[in-house]
Every structure is written in C-alpha cells, then in structure tokens.
C-alpha cells in the first residue's frame, strides 16, 4: 500500500458505462471484470434513483475486500489521500454492477468516526480479515488519517467486530508494537481455530529506512507481540523500483514498501508474505512465530526463500488446497504458488488490470480481486470523475479444470 497524502478536488458526478470481459493469452486463465464502479457512495438510493456519488470519491479508492460466508463483501476504502470519507470499512452492495460502488459503513458511521476518541472507532483501515468460522471481522487500524505525521495515542490497534450485529468484541491495541511516527501496519491474516493474527508492518512512513516488523497477536490473551524487526526478509530489496504498466511508480520519489501481503496456509501452520518493492516471495512455521520465548535469530533460521514472484506485488490469499494466489502489479495479474510443486507462475493477467491489490475467495470458489489505480491515486494523478473501481474475477474451477 501507499504512504503520500493529499488533498485533491472533488469529485464530479460520474455517468454510467458499460465493460466487457476481457480475454487473456492462450496459456492464461479465463479473467473478467465482474464489477466496475465510478466512484462510491454511501447515499441511499431514492425513489429508485441511482445515489450521487460522494464528492470526495477520487480520494477513497476501494483497495481492500473479504466475503463472509453469505458471499456479503466487505471493502476498505483507506484514508491515505484525504480524511474526509464518511466511513473507512463498509458493506459492499454487489448486486449492482455500475454507477458508484453502494457502501454501507460497517459497524456504522458513527463507529468509523475520525473526530471522536481514536481508541474506539475505525481511522483508517486497509487490511482485515473475515474469519468465517467465528463469525467475526478483524479490522487492522493504521491510526494515522491523511495530514497526521502521527498516530494518536490508542489509535493502532486491531478491533475485533461481530459480523451480524457489528457489535465490538474485543480491541487490542498496538502502540506498544508499532511506532506511531513510522509503522504503516498494512495486512492481517488469522489462524481462526487458534485465534491468533499476523499483522505485516510496512514501515513506509519511515521509508528509506523501513522500519518493518511482523506482529502476533494473542486474541485470548489480549497481546501483541512484535517479532523480525527490521529483518532483511522484511525489507525493501536495495536496487529494486516498483514498476507497473512499464513506468516506475513515483520517478524520483520511488515508492518503497516493505512487507505487505501476507497469507496463511489451510492448516495455519505456514505464514507467506511479499514485500512490495521487492522480488520474492517467503515462508515461516507458524509454530516458531506463537512460541512466546522464541527469538528473532531462531525465527530468522526457519524463514524459506520461495523464489522469484516475477514482479512488484501487493496481496496474496490461499485457496483451500493450500495454492497462493499473488497479486502481480507490474505484470497486472495474478501470479499462483502451487507449495507440492513449488512452482510459481503468472495463471492470468490483463492490460486492463491496473494495480491489482487485494485478492479474496468468495464461498463459490471464485477469486475476486479490487484494481483501482491506486498507485496513480496517491499520486494526484486521477482526475475527479475519471475514477474506476474495477473487481476482478477469475474462477479457479476454470483454471484447475483448464490446467489439467
């Protein structure tokens, strides 16, 4: 994800459009855009009218998404370029496919408030989590909205919300894991069985020299514990610039991301996670990671190299046979890790795919991943009313079956 705020003009009222499916190469799997949406809004539709857009649409890309198990999604739209969005976590209206994208602010508006006590609402959420098996939303909030060059006090943390009432289960705070003037805490996976997530801290906001970590955090307990500290697998890889679509993101102002993505294998006894301006992909047992006395040398000596991803990536997740599912932003596509094999290959891809971010799989089975240009977003680039808000879809079973 990204670390460059702005304030930029306001949006202006976007007309609808159509979209065809898009066709890849021969040796690809079959990938089509299932949404696109100009804009979002949180306007309830009136006398059947389609509802304006929010005037500030252009600064509240959606970047994040997770399905629970009624196939309800769920998407972040991160304060990063402008504070001002009515909500940072939302329900997602999937039945319509066009106009702005319909969000409903979960657990409320008033829950995602910038304004109040930043201890107990939503600021600023990129990455969470749908654990389906509890029944909960584990939502990862970075503190910090645009134009703070600090978190406030109590306003890192991970809230654990109840899916049907929204009701707040537990918050767990992180102030004491990550630094409120350099953490940009990214992604969150969870083990639901044991209860325990893994949070990837980017350390973009104290880029070049990323202060990068991983945190593991103990719902029952209530603790956070910070472990990789600024470990070379974590990092920024020294000489290497994130590309997408043939141009360097930000010439002259390299966009630099540590780790970022990261999954968790079926049985959660394997954490994956990329680093964004890198090259590689990695592993570690998990069981290493939740021993409390373990440390970062004996952590770092059970770390796997997985090998090259291909490109510049950003979010990964794991099907329940165990693949991994990267998002490739240089090559615009999704790269597929097969563990038995360890082979690692682009399954599909697209020009029309511009920075492919968050991948989730929906109940069905189909992998739906969000594309917002959300590298040209942060960088003033996207002119107000000329924003798109593309969901892609690529049904595995197609892939499996095509692959065989």
């Not at 370029?81 to 496919?97: N, W």
């Not at 964004?276 to 059970?302: H, N, W």
């Amino acid at each position: 994800m990204f670390n460059r705020p702005l304030i930029l003009p306001a949006i202006a009222m976007a007309a609808l459009f159509s979209f065809p499916s898009v066709v890849n190469a021969a040796n690809h799997a079959p990938l089509d855009r299932w949404r696109s949406y100009a804009g979002v809004s949180w306007d309830t539709a009136q006398d059947g009218k389609i509802p304006a857009a929010f005037s500030g649409s252009v600064n509240a890309p959606v970047a994040g998404i997770h399905f629970d198990a009624k196939d309800r999604a769920f998407v972040s739209t991160p304060r990063l370029v402008s504070a001002a969005a009515p909500a940072t976590l939302s329900i997602l209206d999937t039945t319509v496919q066009s106009g702005p994208a319909r969000l409903t602010a979960f657990p409320s508006r008033e829950g995602n408030a910038v304004n109040t006590d930043p201890a107990q609402s939503l600021r600023n959420v990129l990455g969470f989590y749908i654990d389906r098996k509890n029944g909960w939303l584990w939502a990862l909030d970075m503190g910090f909205v645009a134009g703070e060059t600090e978190s406030p006090a109590g306003s890192q943390k991970l809230v654990v919300l109840d899916l049907s009432s929204g009701r707040t289960i537990k918050r767990i705070a992180l102030d004491g894991v990550a630094d409120r003037k350099a953490s940009f805490l990214n992604d969150v996976v969870v083990d639901e069985n044991r209860r325990v997530a893994y949070i990837s801290d980017s350390g973009s906001r104290s880029a070049p020299e990323n202060q990068v970590g991983l945190i593991i955090v103990d719902f029952a307990a209530g603790t956070a514990r910070r472990v990789l500290d600024r470990h070379p697998a974590l990092q920024i890889e020294p000489g290497v610039n994130v590309v997408s679509h043939g141009a360097e993101v930000w010439p002259g102002k390299p966009l630099l991301i540590g780790i970022n993505g990261i999954a968790l294998s079926p049985d959660a006894g394997t954490l994956y996670w990329t680093v964004t301006t890198g090259t590689r992909a990695y592993a570690v047992p998990t069981a290493i990671l939740r021993q409390p006395a373990s440390t970062d040398a004996q952590i770092a000596g059970q770390i796997r190299n997985l090998g090259s991803v291909g490109g510049n990536t950003d979010g990964m997740v794991t099907d329940v046979k165990g693949n991994l599912y990267i998002t490739d932003v240089t090559r615009n596509g999704i790269v597929r890790y097969d563990p038995e094999s360890l082979s690692m290959s682009l399954i599909a891809a697209s020009e029309e795919v511009r920075w492919p971010d968050t991948p989730a799989i929906r109940p069905n089975g189909d992998l739906i991943f969000t594309s917002s240009r959300l590298n040209d977003h942060f960088a003033g680039a996207v002119k107000p009313g000329e924003e798109r808000y593309d969901l892609w879809r690529l049904p595995l079973s197609a892939y499996k079956n095509k692959s065989r």
